[in-house]
């Protein structure tokens, strides 16, 4: 098919739609906003977090007397329902400066920086469970049998000990104590 002068030809369309609405709820402030929250380093592109939404949202109109948040939704594109932020065309007040801005974003960074710790120490035990620990890292079975034949003495003692009458009156009711070990017998067949 040729084109020829006859044909309609179709007039050439603005890039960016640009709405004259504004939201009627009050203008986002810079300065009620966390420095984090904002990015002012190529101001003519400058984005902000949506208050409402929580998603970054470029602000229109910066060369303009109006600045406005562009209109967008609150869910995930593709994902989510297409259901538009009530924050949409809300006003926009630069109450701030870029530079005040630089340097509440570097305050912002220093003390974050501050209060998050850079190493993880572990736990510090106490001396009784380090020497513990040692010591049975250091243990070897010829290690082990020398410490139960070094206690075997004390043992026979204290097995000594039990088995041997207490000097003074024996109890003058009840059955009288066993002194041998009682093991059951089987009967005989």
């Known amino acids: 098919m040729t084109i020829t002068s006859a044909m309609p030809k179709a007039k050439e369309r603005k890039r960016r739609i640009r709405t004259k609405r504004v939201s009627s709820l009050p203008a986002i402030k810079l300065s ?9 380093r190529n101001p003519l592109k400058a984005v902000l977090v949506c208050v409402d939404c929580g998603t ?27 259901i538009r932020c009530r924050s ?17 974003l570097t305050d912002a960074v220093k003390e974050a920086s501050s209060r998050q710790s850079t190493a993880v120490l572990p736990k510090a035990f106490s ?30 003692d204290t097995d000594k000990n039990r088995r041997s009458i207490p000097a003074g009156d024996a109890p003058t ?8 070990t009682l093991r059951p017998q089987r009967p005989a067949r």
């Open 173 to 180: 009711e009840g059955p009288a104590v066993p002194l041998d």
């Open 56 to 82: 970054w949202v470029p602000i229109t109109g910066m060369q303009g007397t109006v600045q406005k948040l562009v209109p967008h939704h609150t869910g995930k594109a593709y994902v989510d329902a297409a």
């Open 32 to 40: 009620q906003l966390r420095p984090s929250h904002i990015d002012l």
């Open 127 to 156: 001396p009784q469970t380090d020497r513990t620990l040692r010591a049975r890292a250091e243990r070897t079975p010829a290690g082990r049998r020398a410490d139960w034949n070094a206690v075997l003495p004390r043992v026979a």
């Open 88 to 104: 949409s065309n809300r006003r926009v007040e630069f109450d701030m400066t870029i530079p005040e801005w630089c340097r509440a």
